[in-house]
């Protein structure tokens, strides 16, 4: 007999490749992000953020944290883009952390 609740037993534990894919598809977000933050600087500075985040079972993103030296506002900003993505669910969540680079052009 299958119990309500025991369905998410069934996925896989949140993995590298999960945490990869969903960066990849959500980088545009941050590119934005970044792009306000340097709008009105003489020059763009190449920013290296190290993200960390909790993801819950479902995917959904439970804390995130962005550390690093950034423009005006961009850690903010990538912290509530983060904070709306959805990684794929998985049997238990857990921690994932990841590195955001922006380079000058």
Do not use: H, M
Request: charged letters at 25%; glycine letters at 8%.
């Amino acid at each position: 007999i299958d119990k309500p609740g025991n369905a998410r037993s069934d996925n896989p534990p949140l993995d590298g490749d999960a945490v990869r894919a969903t960066v990849a598809t959500n980088k545009p977000r941050l590119q934005r992000c970044y792009e306000r933050a340097i709008r009105g600087l003489p020059s763009a500075p190449s920013v290296r953020l190290d993200v960390t985040v909790t993801v819950v079972a479902s995917g959904r993103v439970k804390n995130v944290s962005a550390e690093g030296s950034a423009p005006g506002g961009l850690a903010e900003c990538i912290e509530a883009s983060v904070r709306r993505w959805r990684f794929p669910e998985s049997s238990e969540g857990g921690p994932a952390k990841f590195p955001i680079v922006f380079s000058a052009n």
